[in-house]
Nanobody
Framework: QVQLVESGGDLVQPGGSLRLSCAAS????????MGWYRQAPGKQRELVAT???????AYADSVKGRFTISRDNAKNTVYLQMNSLKPEDTAVYYC?????????WGQGTQVTVAS
């Protein structure tokens, strides 16, 4: 069973920064794609950013230029650096990984952007 352990969620003021981490229990080289989704109250879960095994990345338009996804192969960990945070970024952020055509999710970490 693949486990994804997230950390880094917090309360931050508008304009602030946070870094989320997601550690996988398997070698990152087995993972086709790994990234972050978020779900705000009353809204559907949406893709934030993902990084592919070949190194390519994809971002939601709403976070381009503010968020950066990266990975540390030695630690089997993916990071989401979030800068210039806005109140509309408030959501539960879920780590996601696709391995052997199966999708795995982390437990979620809360990010709240408020003054």
């Amino acid at each position: 069973q693949v486990q994804l352990v997230e950390s880094g969620g917090d309360l931050v003021q508008p304009g602030g920064s946070l870094r989320l981490s997601c550690a996988a229990s398997v070698s990152i080289f087995r993972i086709y794609a790994m990234g972050w989704y978020r779900q705000a109250p009353g809204k559907q879960r949406e893709l934030v950013a993902t990084v592919y095994s070949g190194g390519g990345t994809a971002y939601a338009d709403s976070v381009k230029g503010r968020f950066t996804i990266s990975r540390d192969n030695a630690k089997n960990t993916v990071y989401l650096q979030m800068n210039s945070l806005k109140p509309e970024d408030t959501a539960v952020y879920y780590c996601n990984a696709i391995i052997d055509l199966m999708t795995f999710w982390g437990q979620g970490t809360q990010v709240t952007v408020a003054s």
